[in-house]
């Protein structure tokens, strides 16, 4: 099968750590993520909060064949041995009634101590719970996330209206975000809690998602890592055999134009039980 990148050549690493998926959410690029996910091996994997976008789908059903695809092909990798440790976050919170639980193979954890092959240990967690905005006024949660939505149709827009122009692809509403939460100084506050946080686990460093801000920079001693997001950026980490880490932008491929084909809706809602149930079916059928 042709990948969006044209990418055929398969990188393996030894972690590989992505946040911020929004399945469910129609700003979800889960085209490019497949062919991510195509060409990327990892011996494990972190899922680091907000795959499943639960509150869009409280709101109202979306859930094309896109987003199974995701789905099946992250327990396909499962079964196939990689391990698999879903954190979830604010928008995928549903899942933190189940820490320790194995849903085909894939492991639910709270949060997690991951050890690099270099020795240094990292405190990986959603980062949800430092947002004053998300811990404190949920309402006003909410209404941050509707207009975040409005940001992305604009966004839709712009892009087709620059694509017909020959110009390069923008995002406004990363532009938007960035410019309204440097005005508060948002990013650097959560990073600096951040840090903290990691600071008193004793760690050498934090994985970490929910600002849909990658970046790898060191803070007062730490290493704070942000995967990013596959809404605008497309980004993930990845860790070499080496312990070494690399930002891994697949962000120059949002604005390209969609593989052909058309969004099928799946025929019957994708449950929490039913991705276990299949999964297991598939483990046992293996």
């Known amino acids: 099968m042709a990948t969006v990148s044209g990418q055929t050549d398969t990188r393996h690493f030894r972690t590989l750590f992505i946040s911020d998926v929004h399945l469910g959410s129609k700003a979800a690029k889960t085209d490019f993520l497949l062919d991510f996910l195509r060409t990327h091996e990892a011996d494990t994997i ?12 409280k709101r109202s059903w979306y ?15 499962a079964r196939k041995g990689t391990r698999i440790v879903y954190i979830p976050g604010n928008h995928d919170e549903f899942l933190r009634g189940f820490p320790g639980t194995h849903f085909g193979g894939i492991e639910v954890a709270e949060r997690m ?5 270099d020795g240094r240990k990292y405190l990986v967690l959603h980062g949800d719970e ?9 309402l006003l949660a ?7 939505d409005t940001a992305i149709a604009i966004n839709f827009l712009l892009a087709g209206f620059r694509r017909r122009l020959g110009m390069p692809y923008w995002s406004f509403s990363s532009w938007a975000k960035q410019q309204v939460k440097q005005a508060v100084n948002f990013i650097g506050e959560f990073q600096r809690v951040v840090a903290e946080e990691a600071r ?24 704070y890592i942000n995967t990013g997001d596959w809404v605008e950026s ?16 697949w962000g120059h491929l949002v604005g390209a ?16 039980a039913s991705i276990k149930q299949e999964a297991d079916e598939d483990i046992r059928a293996a």
């Not at 008193?200 to 290493?223: K, L, Q, S, T, Y």
């Not at 055999?241 to 891994?248: K, M, N």
């Not at 084909?261 to 994708?270: D, E, I, Q, S």
């Open 130 to 138: 430092f947002d004053v905005v998300v811990r404190n006024a949920r």
């Open 46 to 57: 972190f899922l680091v909060g907000d795959i499943v976008d639960g509150w869009r789908l």
């Open 200 to 223: 008193r686990n004793e760690v050498d460093g934090v994985i970490c998602g929910h600002i849909h801000h990658a970046v790898m920079e060191d803070i007062d001693g730490i290493h």
């Open 63 to 77: 859930w094309p064949q896109d987003c199974n695809d995701v789905v099946q092909k992250l327990l396909r990798k």
């Open 234 to 249: 497309c980004t993930a980490i990845a860790e070499h055999p080496d312990g070494r880490f690399e930002l891994i932008n």
């Open 142 to 148: 909410y209404l941050g996330d509707w207009a975040y």
């Open 113 to 117: 101590i991951h050890e690099t092959a």
């Open 257 to 272: 134009a969609k593989p052909a084909g058309r969004l099928v809706m799946a025929p019957v809602p994708l449950t929490l």
